[in-house]
């Protein structure tokens, strides 16, 4: 008789176990399917914030550059932004990607 409980409360815990498990994967609002995303996800935008760590780095180091001197502050507005002063006209010459030649 004894037998026979332990193995019926065995069979419970384990079907129990199974059920949770079969929950926790499929049903649950935090189920498989839902991690794997989540996980796909951080990793693009962990790819991201590579990016635009550079682009901080690359942005930082033309600000130390430009805010030094006046000379190269205006040399930066005239080619970031193609400023000019009013009685002069400006040509920009670039290359097939579109950017200008001289950098």
Known sequence: MLNRLLHY??????????????WMT???ANDLPMQIRN???????????????TQIQKV????????????????????KYLMKKPTEDIFV???????PIEK
């Not at 069979?11 to 498990?21: D, H, K, P, T």
């Not at 996980?39 to 760590?53: I, M, N, S």
């Not at 930082?60 to 502050?73: I, K, S």
Request: net charge negative; no cysteine; charged share 35%.
């Open 39 to 53: 996980w796909w996800k951080l990793r693009e935008l962990e790819g991201e914030a590579t990016f635009y760590q």
């Open 60 to 79: 930082q180091t033309e600000r130390r550059e430009v805010l030094g001197n006046d000379r190269l502050r205006e040399k930066y507005a005239r080619e």
């Open 9 to 22: 409360l065995r069979n419970f815990y384990v079907a129990s176990g199974l059920g949770l498990l079969a």
């Open 26 to 28: 499929f049903f649950d």
């Open 93 to 99: 010459i670039v290359d097939e990607k579109n950017e």
